[in-house]
């Protein structure tokens, strides 16, 4: 009784500090928000690059931390070729294969993040329906390799779509066919792909040996392999000279090479959790430890 007693004069007023911490929580979360929201509309260019940069960045403090070296050294292997192909497609002036270069790479590695992602899901759903029992897997092994394939796929996934669009707009802004803002440098010819830069041989309405010739509803042209990673991989869904809108429909008759809204609004979820959600957990924390809070 007296040891009841003393708990309770030792946890007396808890209920109130905990009762402000979680109004501190959601009012930080609501703010920051707000704040993340009007800074990406206001300037989204630093936001894109500095959200890019967390993203890249925080997952490796917890990897060291956590010793989870499977992680680190596809990181270390997936960032030095990135980097490498980043630096590419910044140089000026601009190599000519440096386009098709950039564009095959991270198209690769968006259709390996979406297959892992797929798999990772179904590995999941399989153990929470019991089917790994038919395997004889444990449970705790089945649900660790669903949620990790899950994971890889979606964090890379993520990553290769903003250094993507980024070097898509280095690209094809130093080519000078395109610019965000104004008209373009450069005037269009008939026979010259907007994207990179370079002659087109095969005509729209030939079958190419290599790659085929798109031409969208503006009647601008572009290689198969340019147009699919403007697209797919830059994030881009107007013509990369007039920017009328692409129909994605008809130029992407498989439903698998579709950039798929659901898709990219979860990659947008998960870009937020990794790179900003860390950073308001530890100003909370922050404002707890200033106000005494504990």
Known sequence: ??????????????????????????????????????????????????????????????TVKLHWWRFLVIWILFSA???FVTFRATRKPLV??????????????????????????????????????????????????????????????????DFAEMCADYMASTIGFYSESGMPTKHLSDSVCAVCGQQIFVDVSEEGIIENTYRLSCNHVFHEFCIRGWCIVGKKQTCPYCKEKVDLKRMFSNPWERPHVM?????????????????????????????GLE
């Open 1 to 62: 009784m007296v040891e009841h007693a003393r708990m309770h004069a030792k946890h007396r007023g808890h209920e109130a500090m905990h009762a402000e911490m979680v109004l501190i929580l959601i009012a930080t979360l609501v703010v920051a928000q707000l704040l993340l929201v009007q800074w990406k509309q206001r300037h989204p260019r630093s936001y894109n690059m500095v959200t890019l940069f967390q993203m890249w960045v925080v997952p490796l403090y917890f």
């Open 81 to 83: 070729v990135t980097a």
């Open 96 to 161: 000519q294969t440096t386009p098709r270069l950039v564009y095959k790479w991270f198209l690769l590695i968006y259709k390996i993040s979406y297959a892992t992602g797929i798999v990772g899901y179904m590995a999941v759903m399989f153990t929470l329906f019991g089917l790994n029992l038919l395997f004889k897997i444990k449970p705790e092994d089945a649900m660790d390799f669903g949620i990790s394939l899950l994971f890889y796929g979606l964090y890379y996934g993520v990553l290769e779509r």
């Open 263 to 291: 898709y990219g609004q979860l990659l947008d979820w998960l870009r937020y959790l990794v790179a900003w959600q860390p950073v308001i957990i530890g100003l909370v924390q922050g404002i707890n430890y200033i106000l």
